[in-house]
């Protein structure tokens, strides 16, 4: 049986350790995870330092901005593992990366809120794309694809989404398309509750393919570790990122809100996002993915 993909790889993600092989390799890596996943406890100091450090600046000017979004994450237990949220505009919005005050709005309550100042700003898939917003409101597509896309094994006999009938598909709790794949493609789900326990299930066989936003699966392929899991199935279906923001904004709030959710940022978090999943599920894998 082959080892788990290992992203301390030379050509991975993460730098090269040195680990031993043989008996001692084992303890050795587990000792690693450990120490590894105290320090992940911590704030992410990569998130701070490269995309987040002007958001920071801006924020502190801009007095607390409100940002809503469908669903705010709830806080990780003390102890408990690491989880990245699967939304980008959670990461986007997180106080301690230089963003603002979460607050969960549905999206069809989005426009309302922004305009009655209950949010400064409102970030997601926004049903009334088609439609003008209403007055005092303004519309700004992100460039971010939260379309359904699947990755596989390279070795699938999954051609198209309807290949999905009786199969079963990994999602998380806390992405976009629960729901969905069973109604549309009689897809049998599995819910897990984040995004790196959802792509952890698919590296050990427990199911078929696994379905999350396109653009932060592109940024999650872009390791080579994933090479094997890399078969796709485009979206069947279009969904992209709209931030809905009221006029006359102060200038700070104004500053601070577009950076914290412009598009460049937007694409800095998701190379973050992915890499950090990546490692996640890394850390976590304890089952060679030979089956």
């Not at 690693?32 to 920071?56: C, E, H, M």
């Not at 699966?217 to 094997?228: G, H, I, N, V, Y």
């Amino acid at each position: 049986m082959k080892e788990a993909a290992n992203p301390f790889s030379r050509t991975g993600p993460f730098p090269r350790t040195g680990l031993p092989r043989g008996p001692l390799a084992g303890l050795m890596t587990g000792l690693l995870a450990s120490l590894v996943a105290g320090a992940l406890a911590l704030p992410r100091a990569g998130l701070a330092a490269s995309a987040a450090d002007a958001p920071a600046a801006a924020a502190a000017a801009g007095e607390g901005w409100i940002l809503g979004v469908a669903a705010v994450p709830t806080p990780q237990a003390p102890g408990a593992k690491v989880r990245t949220p699967a939304r980008i505009e959670v990461l986007a919005g997180r106080a301690e990366q230089g963003g603002s005050t979460l607050r969960a709005v549905a999206a069809g309550q989005a426009a309302r809120q922004v305009a009655e100042g209950a949010l400064d700003a409102w970030v997601g898939v926004w049903p009334g794309d088609d439609a003008a917003p209403p007055a005092g409101v303004r519309a700004a597509a992100l460039g971010w694809s939260a379309s359904p896309m699947a990755i596989m094994r390279t070795d699938t006999d999954i051609r198209a989404w309807s290949d999905l009938s009786g199969r079963t598909v990994c999602l998380s709790a806390d992405g976009r398309a629960s729901g969905e794949l069973s109604a549309r493609f009689g897809a049998i789900e599995q819910l897990y509750p984040s995004a790196a326990d959802a792509l952890l299930a698919l590296r050990i066989g427990q199911c078929d393919a696994a379905v999350q936003d396109e653009d932060f699966l592109k940024a999650l392929l872009a390791f080579p570790e994933w090479k094997k899991f890399s078969a796709q199935l485009a979206p069947y279906r279009t969904l992209t990122l709209t931030r809905l923001t009221r006029d006359g904004l102060a200038a700070p709030r104004e500053a601070a809100m577009r950076q914290a959710t412009s598009p460049e940022r937007l694409r800095a978090l998701a190379r973050l996002q992915a890499r950090d999943i990546a490692f996640e599920v890394y850390l976590d894998q304890t089952v060679p993915d030979c089956h």
